[in-house]
């Protein structure tokens, strides 16, 4: 005889994480003697961030030039799931909020800074404008830095900078070594490629565990499947069905209840903020 087991929010055991799940048996607990087990069909909503306080990769800085000297804004990115294009983004909305922008003939804004793919290269690029000494045909900004009540385009027309500190930073999102780009004020525009691989999401695949397996194959050894993401999007439902049935053996002995969990590929933590999940099991006798 085969059971159906199915876990959701209710039985959700960890509020921090939203990814780790207690199943208790009814009338005290179930006896197992040669059972196994398989992942039926899990939906998992694709709800964990790429930048948060738990990965400790928030924060940046830009350096602008103005009038005999710089000014350093220090950036920090509320957690969220962010590509190199959000995170552009919000730069340039730090730049508005900051005055460290002009504004051409035709009214659009102009930054000095910008953040884009390179897929050639499998690389981010980093790009940097240089900042005039003079307004020329620019407009200034209402406030802020390079605004009249502010301290002014610089004397010298020289680029901004990014800067990426070994611990704390989006340098490995953007595939960066811990440093200042350019390394010294320069007088041209410029661009440099990270020499990194750009980790754009911190989980790539996922692996569950389950405390009534025991997988004498693998460590740890109560791994009972993997599945992929493929082509979802953050926000939407990560869906497995696996095409056929992987069994792996229960421990003998009877359990009062039992936990489930995703980890990331590496058996991290994964943090969601979404626990609304459907997990549907099969435990049954293994077959002679």
Do not use: H, W
């Amino acid at each position: 005889m085969s059971f159906i087991l199915t876990l959701n929010s209710t039985n959700l055991s960890n509020t921090n994480t939203n990814t780790s799940f207690r199943y208790n048996f009814i009338n005290g607990g179930f006896t197992c003697k040669e059972y196994e087990m398989c992942i039926s069909s899990i939906t998992l909503p694709y709800s964990f961030f790429n930048v948060s306080t738990y990965y400790n990769n928030k924060t940046f800085s830009l350096i602008f030039p103005t009038a005999a000297t710089t000014i350093t804004y220090d950036i920090t990115l509320p957690d969220g799931f962010y590509t190199i294009d959000d995170i552009n983004s919000y730069i340039q909305q730090q730049c508005v909020l900051n005055g460290a922008y002009l504004i051409d003939s035709s009214g659009s804004y102009v930054y000095f800074v910008k953040m884009v793919y390179n897929a050639t290269y499998y690389a981010v690029q980093f790009l940097y404008y240089l900042v005039p000494s003079t307004i020329g045909t620019y407009t200034r900004p209402s406030t802020g830095l390079y605004s009249t009540t502010g301290t002014g385009l610089p004397t010298t027309a020289y680029t901004p900078q990014l800067v990426l500190t070994s611990t704390g930073s989006i340098r490995t999102i953007m595939g960066f070594e811990a440093g200042t780009f350019p390394s010294t004020q320069t007088t041209s525009s410029g661009d440099q490629l990270s020499t990194l691989t750009p980790i754009g999401s911190t989980v790539n695949s996922i692996i569950m565990q389950c405390t009534l397996i025991s997988n004498r194959c693998t460590t740890p050894s109560d791994i009972i499947d993997s599945m992929p993401i493929n082509n979802v999007s953050f926000g939407s439902n990560i869906t497995y069905q696996p095409p056929f049935e992987n069994f792996v053996s229960v421990s003998d002995g009877t359990f009062n209840n039992f936990s489930f969990s995703f980890r990331d590929q590496n058996l991290n933590e994964i943090y969601a903020k979404d626990p609304n999940v459907s997990i549907t099991l099969i435990i049954r006798p293994k077959k002679k």
